[in-house]
């Protein structure tokens, strides 16, 4: 089975030159023969500090490997392989050697618990898993043997060590692989949403839209010859994809990955190696304020940040430029959608800090009434936002009640948000279609409180979530991480609030401090959790 893009789409996106016939196997290739002790990637495992440096000549080597590995363990052309890796080489190396060996890989994060994991394996029919010795601290041959005990289709299992790759344990066990390899065009990765409640989605990838993603980015941020990337989030998810696996590649930039974020260890990379362009969701980059904050280092090698995926609060976006002198750049878009807005260097320090960006003319955005679904493009009120263009996704695998609600009946790809868009074409979130709090029938954004809290000087993280009531429905519940060595209070938060002139139906009415925020597989807050613990301290 083939999946790719419409062909209508194809032959135009490659008219226009969004897309090309390049893939990231040949880039890799290219640059094993030009540039072969270069490094690739400075990965950093888990509880250490110091940089290993796999060059593109190694990345390259590992990459045949496992394509040989996953031929001569007799999978066929377009079957697919579940890779459960942590950030590092070796996840990259094994998503181009599926890529070169014709089979589509199913990303799944390092984090990702056995249930997850049970259901991407099902959901997707994976045959085979590809990991390293070992998968959160115990042998992969366990997890192996727990996923077949629970009737996945798993028959074999490519394990990538030190030494070599494996097949069911044996080595040497590797096949021809020339004339497999999938396109630019051809879904070629499956990974999961990064979604707060229930089991999640598949998404299905082409190369070719994240690499045109990267050319966004690469222009957003005037992209030189000799950037050093730092790419924060995991791979398998849609954000470490460009960030982390295509940008590098496509620019030939040594890239820092971690197997595990760390606040004092990333900002010791970015010194030591140099790094100019950094890419973190929210509160990764919030970390690392506070951590700089303790002890700085020189961070003057850093010219720009992209975050997003999530609300970004201003006055620390505002911090955060002010410490290191960076420009603080956005895309607003989905794992799905890719971007439909993004921040320039360009922009004002006003738009790029208070705005998700200028829409993309070739997103084709539109704005639909959420309520009823009509098209309200061009009218000053807030709007579901949907899409069409070179960087949407093919949609979900194995999932048409998803799908259903993934499009409009016509065809557009829509966000789980409410924005609106200025006449000069600059988008602003309002808040999530489904992360208002309706509190007395008022529709509360659990972004914008969020957004207020944090700028509380002994706040460094903060999540806003409905408490059940029965009077009002919903009252605003707020889940805090203080500052070491303050004392956070719900009055003293309030106080703050009024000071700065926030409207009253906004103010949070019950306040759990905590150590830290969950987090889902793809690093987000978990707000399930966190509204499952709100309701089960009301009963």
């Known amino acids: 089975m083939t999946f790719c893009a419409d062909a209508a789409d194809i032959d135009a996106f490659h ?20 540039r072969p002790g270069d490094a690739a990637y400075l990965s950093v495992a888990a509880g250490a500090t110091a940089a290993t440096v796999t060059t593109w000549a190694r990345y390259d080597e590992l990459a045949d490997a496992v394509a040989g590995a996953i031929s001569g363990a007799g999978l066929a052309p377009g079957d697919r392989i579940a890779v459960v890796i942590p950030d590092g080489p070796e996840v990259h190396a094994a998503l181009v050697g599926a890529e070169r060996a014709g089979v589509v890989a199913v990303g799944i994060g390092a984090r990702a618990g056995d249930r997850e994991l049970r259901h991407l394996v099902s959901l997707t029919g994976a045959r085979a898993l590809c990991t390293l010795d070992a998968v959160r601290g115990r042998p992969a041959t366990e997890l192996r043997d727990a996923l077949a005990g629970a009737g996945a289709a798993i028959d074999r299992h490519v394990v990538i060590s ?125 970390m690392m304020l506070n951590a700089q904050a303790a002890r700085p280092r020189d961070l003057s090698s850093l010219r720009s940040m992209f975050t997003g995926g999530e609300n970004v609060p201003d006055e620390r976006a505002a911090e955060f430029e002010q410490t290191t002198g960076a420009r603080v750049l956005q895309f607003y878009g989905s794992n799905e959608t890719g971007a439909l807005s993004c921040t320039t260097t360009v922009d004002t320090r006003e738009r790029r800090l208070s705005t998700a960006g200028r829409v993309i003319d070739e997103m084709h955005v ?69 992360d208002f709090i309706i509190r007395g029938g008022k529709n509360i954004s659990a972004p914008a409180v969020e957004d207020e809290v944090g700028t509380h000087p002994d706040v460094t993280m903060v999540a806003a979530v409905p408490m059940p009531d029965p009077v009002f429905g919903e009252r605003v519940c707020i889940y805090v991480v203080a500052r070491e060595g303050a004392t956070v209070t719900l009055e003293r938060i309030v106080e703050h609030l009024t000071a700065r002139g926030v409207s009253k139906e906004w103010f949070p009415e019950y306040l759990v401090v905590v150590d830290d925020l969950p987090r889902s597989s793809g690093g987000k807050v978990a707000k399930g959790e966190l509204t499952d613990d709100a309701r089960r301290r009301v009963r």
């Open 366 to 434: 539109r704005l639909f009434d959420p309520a009823t679904g009509v098209d309200i493009t061009g009218s000053s009120e807030p709007g579901q936002p949907g899409c069409k263009g070179p960087a949407t996704c093919l949609g979900y695998w194995g999932d048409e009640e998803a799908n259903a609600k993934l499009y409009t009946p016509d065809g557009w790809m829509l966000m789980g948000d409410i924005v609106t868009i200025d006449p000069e074409g600059y988008l602003r979130v309002v808040g999530r279609v489904s």
């Open 162 to 286: 030190p030494d070599g790759v494996t097949v069911d344990g044996v080595r040497g066990v590797a096949a021809p692989f020339a004339g497999r390899a999938l396109g630019p065009d051809e879904l070629f990765l499956l990974n999961s949403t990064s979604g707060t409640t229930g089991l999640p989605k598949c998404v299905m990838h082409t190369q070719n839209r994240w690499k045109y993603f990267h050319q966004l980015a690469a222009a957003a941020g005037e992209f030189g010859d000799d950037e050093a990337l730092f790419g924060a989030v995991p791979a398998p998810f849609g954000f470490g994809l460009w960030t982390a696996h295509f940008t590098p590649a496509l620019l030939g930039a040594p890239t820092v990955v971690m197997e595990r974020f760390d606040a004092d260890t990333a900002l010791d990379l970015i010194a030591a190696h140099r790094v100019t362009v950094l890419c973190c969701v929210t509160t990764q980059f919030i």
């Open 15 to 34: 008219a226009a030159g969004w897309w090309d016939d390049v893939t990231i196997s040949a880039r890799v290739a290219q640059l094993a023969a030009s």
